[in-house]
């Protein structure tokens, strides 16, 4: 969908890390623990490490802007935003380039 960006037009990507800590935490806990979600919901290999997706970005001719972490409390049972904790799910935010 880049493709369709003009100059300087933004997009958000939101996406999963893929590491044993994504894998342990949505599709074993989430899926087969918690069962907050149907077995299957989640395919592990389809998960992008932020390194690979700013490798796609950029040979989209987008420049990353800003990236934050969604990460989940289990002690607290809450949600609440990084600036460093990728490890889990993401968004990044780009624009195409002027």
Not at 80 to 97: E, F, Q
Request: aromatic share 10%; charged share 25%; hydrophobic share 40%.
């Amino acid at each position: 969908c880049f493709e369709l960006l003009r100059p300087g037009g933004l997009m958000i990507c939101s996406t999963i890390n893929r590491n044993l800590k994504s894998f342990l935490m949505l599709i074993v806990g989430a899926e087969h623990i918690l069962r907050w979600l149907p077995k299957g919901t989640h395919e592990w290999d389809k998960f992008i490490k932020p390194e690979e997706l700013e490798m796609m970005l950029e040979k989209s001719n987008l420049i990353n802007i800003d990236k934050k972490g969604f990460v989940f409390n289990p002690i607290s049972w809450d949600w609440s935003i990084s600036n460093s904790d990728l490890s889990v799910n993401y968004v990044v935010a780009c624009k195409r380039k002027t």
